[in-house]
């Protein structure tokens, strides 16, 4: 080989290295759209990467309000609204993240929140850090949505 190609050829492994770190630095970020409607999400399942952050874009296409929470799958469903939101106080998946943060219509809100709540025609972006594995529940539970299917699974690997 003459000392040409092989400069020719350290230049060519050059770029793929730099094009392979690119892309790597590009699936750091998780993005995902989810659509609320009666009385279900768009897609009714997710499947995302424990310590990769994620972005999700949230939007409420239907014509009632609707919310978004995403918890840990309960073994037996909490009774009542208050057993609900304290199950949720304790396992929504977002707690363990660092990283949370929310706009709804382009607004920041404080972090500490337990759902995602919009109005028709209202998007949000919520972002955070999915810290364990595990199966969850991205639900909404707005009185009789839960109950009418307005739940979706949400695995973290
Ligand atoms: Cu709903």
New binding site residues.
């Given amino acids: 080989m003459t000392r040409v190609h092989r400069v020719f050829l350290l230049t060519l492994s050059a770029l793929a290295a730099s094009t392979g770190s690119a892309a790597v630095k590009a699936a750091a970020v998780q993005t995902v759209n989810v659509q ?1 409607s ?2 279900k999400f768009t897609p009714m399942g997710l499947t995302l990467k424990a310590g990769q952050k994620v972005v999700m874009h949230i939007s409420n296409a ?1 014509m ?4 978004l929470q995403l918890y840990s799958a309960p073994k037996v469903a909490p009774k009542g609204e208050a057993a609900w939101d304290a199950y949720m106080e304790k396992h929504t998946l977002w707690l363990g993240s660092k990283d949370v943060t929310l706009t709804v219509g382009g607004k920041a809100v404080k972090a500490g929140f337990f759902e995602v709540p919009l109005k028709p025609g209202e998007k949000a972006v919520l972002t955070f850090t999915p810290t364990t594995s595990g199966t969850f529940e991205m639900a ?3 009185p009789g ?2 109950e009418a299917g ?1 739940k979706a699974r949400v695995t973290v690997k």
Avoid: V
């Fill in positions: 609320m009666e009385m239907g009632a309000p609707h919310e909404c539970h707005y949505h839960y307005m």
